[in-house]
Nanobody
Framework: VQLQASGGGLVQAGGSLRLSCAAS????????MGWFRQAPGEGREFVAS????????FYADSVKGRVTISRDNVKNMMFLQMDKLKPEDTADYYC??????????????WGRGTQVTVSS
């Protein structure tokens, strides 16, 4: 599977963005999926993950209650709805496939990131 994230942009604090991850290939529904982010000068940080069926999700404490991960296995898409954005959410956001959880090394496939900038 190949992944491409989109939907990033510049938004004011308190605003919302919806990130999308388009997957190519017929096996998307077999992969647990996740979102990570990386701020300038920082390491890659877990944001959220979702199981193959979409029935189970897991969020980082830093985004819990403000972010919703979802997927559409018919359209081969994954989404990250981000609300009440904060300046500290500023980062490049990456979608990834292959695991469920917060360890980036457990994921097999990474897409190119999409940049999110939150102004104060």
């Amino acid at each position: 599977v190949q992944l491409q994230a989109s939907g990033g942009g510049l938004v004011q604090a308190g605003g919302s963005l919806r990130l999308s991850c388009a997957a190519s290939g017929p096996t998307f529904s077999r992969y647990h999926m996740g979102w990570f982010r990386q701020a300038p000068g920082e390491g890659r940080e877990f944001v959220a993950s979702i199981t193959t069926s979409g029935l189970n999700t897991f969020y980082a404490d830093s985004v819990k209650g403000r972010v919703t991960i979802s997927r559409d296995n018919v359209k081969n898409m994954m989404f990250l709805q981000m609300d009440k954005l904060k300046p500290e959410d500023t980062a490049d956001y990456y979608c990834t496939a292959g695991s469920f959880g917060q360890n980036p090394r457990a994921y097999d496939v990474w897409g190119r990131g999409t940049q999110v900038t939150v102004s104060s």
